[in-house]
């Protein structure tokens, strides 16, 4: 069964400009997690998804924005970048229930020069 | 708000020597707990997981207890391999936030 897909794997941006990250999660989980993992600051959430609503957001500027489909791929946005955006980010899938883990993707390394 | 607390590293350890990375939460309610683990260039991959106290997590020879009365979960294997290198990342969970709170990370290095 295939895991979470997360594209593309590398981007380089330039400061001010907008990036769109996408999010596959596995077949039949209906929530979707993002993540920003940096040296300094270390895993910070983002926001979730499920069933296309935004159930929780984290301590980011508006900047940093999400959504998700019927089909549950996602996607996050983040405009005019900074170069402190630089970072890995990080998708998660769940399926169901409180107990269950979460299933990570690859991620997407994004740099801000 | 929720937090967790993990040892430092890296570190270094020998093959076939024990290791202990210390992790210890502070949360409200009854929260799940979790190891992550992270090769390089990688995701996070679920290690183990507890639902709830005196619950013990075991896989691929790592054990953690969850104990509440010490709110810790500490991660343990006995006989590390070179390919146990890596990040490991304690988390919690409450069912409220919907999210993971993380540690900050502890990176081994296993030496043959």
């Known amino acids: 069964k295939a895991g979470v897909t997360q594209t593309p794997r590398y981007l380089i941006k330039t400061r001010g400009q907008q990036v769109t990250l996408s999010c596959s999660p596995i077949s039949g989980h209906r929530s979707v997690s993002w993540y920003q993992q940096t040296p300094g600051q270390g895993l910070q959430f983002l926001f979730e998804?499920?069933?296309?609503?935004?159930?929780n957001k984290g301590n980011f500027p508006g900047r940093f924005s999400g959504r998700q489909f019927s089909n549950s791929r996602s996607e996050m946005n983040v405009s005019t970048l900074e170069l402190g955006d630089s970072a890995l980010y990080l998708c998660a899938s769940r399926y169901r229930g409180d107990t269950d883990g979460y299933t990570f993707g690859s991620g997407t390394r994004l740099t801000v020069v | 708000g929720d937090s967790v607390t993990q040892m430092e590293g890296p570190v270094t350890l020998s093959e076939e020597a024990f290791l202990t990375i210390n992790c210890t939460y502070t949360?409200?309610?009854?929260?799940?707990l979790f190891w992550y683990v992270q090769y390089p260039g990688e995701g996070l991959q679920l290690l183990l997981k507890a639902t709830k106290a005196d619950d013990k997590g075991s896989n691929k020879g790592f054990e953690a207890t969850y104990r509440k009365e010490t709110t810790s979960f500490h991660l343990e294997k006995g006989s590390v391999q070179v390919s146990d290198s890596a990040v490991y990342f304690c988390?919690?969970?409450?069912?409220?936030?919907?999210?993971?709170?993380f540690g900050g990370g502890t990176r081994v290095l296993v030496k043959p």
């Open positions: 998804y499920f069933s296309e609503t935004q159930r």
């Open positions: 988390a919690l969970h409450k069912a409220a936030g919907n999210k993971l709170t």
């Open positions: 949360a409200t309610g009854y929260p799940s």
